[in-house]
C-alpha cells in the first residue's frame, strides 16, 4: 500500500552544520508532499510543501525537491540554528485525502 | 485567524472508563482529521471526515472508538472503553480539502490511561 519512510533518528548537528533528512515515498501517481515540524512543546505545523514534480518546496532556509524518478522528497538546510531543533515529519497526501506522516525525525543541534 | 481549538488540553482516566474529546476547526474548512500519536511515533490517521460525511475510518478501532461531525463543524471523538494502550496525544486537524492545501493542527489532547 501508500506509505512515506523517512530517515530514523535522533539526528545531533553542531550549529552551522548541513542537514539532510531523507524521505521516501510509495504512492501511484502524483501526489503532494510536504514537510510538517514540532517544536518542543508546540502542535505541528506545516514547513514546506511541494505539490508536482520536480516543484522545490522552501521556508526558513529549508528546502525540499519532489523527485518522481526516485520517489523522494528529501529535506535540506545549508546552516542548521538550535532553533531548528525539532522533529521533522514527512507526509503525504495522493489527492487532497488521507494525509499520512512518516515516524519522525528528531533533530538536536548544538551550539 | 483562529486555529484549531481542541479540550481538553490533558486527560487521565482509568482503563475501562470512558473519555471524549471536542475539536472546533478552522472556520470554512471541509475536511477535518483525528490523529492518534504515540509518543515517539509519527501521526496515526483515525478518522478523516469531509464537511459532514466521512471519508476514511478504515483505522479507527470502532469496538471502542467513535467520532462524530455534526452539522459539519465541530467535531468529538470518543473512546470507550479506554485501554492502556490508548495513551496517545490525539490531535484535531483541518483543511480546505483539495490536492495540495495544507492541513492545520490544533494542539493535541494528552492522554494517559493508568
Known amino acids: 500500500g501508500n506509505s512515506v519512510t523517512q530517515m530514523e533518528g535522533p539526528v545531533t548537528l553542531s550549529e552551522e552544520a548541513f542537514l539532510t533528512i531523507n524521505c521516501t515515498y510509495t504512492?501511484?501517481?502524483?501526489?503532494?508532499l510536504f514537510w510538517y515540524v514540532q517544536y518542543p512543546g508546540e502542535g505541528l505545523q506545516l514547513l514546506l510543501k511541494?505539490?508536482?514534480?520536480?516543484d522545490k518546496g522552501s521556508n526558513k532556509g529549508f528546502e525540499a525537491t519532489y523527485r518522481k524518478e526516485t520517489t523522494s522528497f528529501h529535506l535540506e538546510k545549508g546552516s542548521v540554528q538550535v532553533s531548528d531543533s525539532a522533529v521533522y515529519f514527512c507526509?503525504?497526501?495522493?489527492?487532497?485525502?488521507?494525509?499520512?506522516f512518516g515516524e519522525g525525525t528528531q533533530l538536536t543541534v548544538n551550539p | 485567524e483562529a486555529g484549531v481549538a481542541q479540550s481538553p488540553r490533558y486527560k487521565i482516566i482509568e482503563k475501562r472508563q470512558s473519555v471524549a474529546f471536542w475539536c472546533n476547526p478552522i472556520?470554512?474548512?471541509?475536511?477535518l482529521y483525528w490523529y492518534q500519536q504515540i509518543l515517539g511515533q509519527g501521526p496515526k490517521l483515525l478518522i478523516q471526515?469531509?464537511?459532514?460525511?466521512?471519508?476514511?475510518d478504515s483505522q479507527l478501532p470502532k469496538d471502542r472508538f467513535s467520532a462524530e461531525r455534526l452539522k459539519g463543524v465541530d467535531s468529538t471523538l470518543k473512546i470507550q472503553p479506554a485501554k492502556l494502550e490508548d495513551s496517545a496525544v490525539y490531535l484535531c486537524?483541518?483543511?480546505?480539502?483539495?490536492?495540495?492545501?495544507?492541513?492545520?493542527f490544533g494542539q493535541g489532547t494528552r492522554l494517559t490511561v493508568v
Open positions: 471526515f469531509q464537511n459532514n460525511g466521512v471519508v476514511d
Open positions: 504512492a501511484t501517481g502524483y501526489p503532494s
Open positions: 511541494a505539490t508536482k514534480a520536480d
Open positions: 472556520s470554512g474548512h471541509a475536511t
Open positions: 486537524a483541518s483543511s480546505l480539502g483539495h490536492q495540495g492545501s495544507e492541513a492545520f
Open positions: 507526509a503525504y497526501t495522493p489527492d487532497g485525502s488521507r494525509l499520512t
